[in-house]
């Protein structure tokens, strides 16, 4: 059935939202990320956050979300997957926003 993902949306207000918050993550931007847990993360956008068609095992559904990786240049080894409705809100950290070809 494809990849599966613990939340899915498929109302057009949810999904548009989701896509909105994609487009603040472009590939190779510096973010700090607030959490709707309340929690915080910070990294570089490993490659820019697209949505995708996931299906929640759960309700039984298809519907969209995302998924993002963290990266930090300064440690290697260290990585961060997380889905896109995750995230409260995005800090950008550099200026990359609007350079990306």
Known sequence: MGRSAKHVYSDPAA???????ASE???NGHVRLMLKNGG???????ERATVQVYYDPT??????????R???PDEPDWHR?????EIASVEHLDSTLGSEN
């Open 40 to 46: 915080m993360c910070e990294g570089v956008v490993a």
């Open 70 to 72: 963290l990266e930090r």
């Open 59 to 68: 309700e039984q559904h298809q519907g969209i979300n995302g998924e993002l």
């Open 25 to 27: 993550l472009p590939a």
């Open 81 to 85: 997957w997380m889905w896109l409705d």
């Open 15 to 21: 999904v548009q939202a989701l896509e909105a918050l």
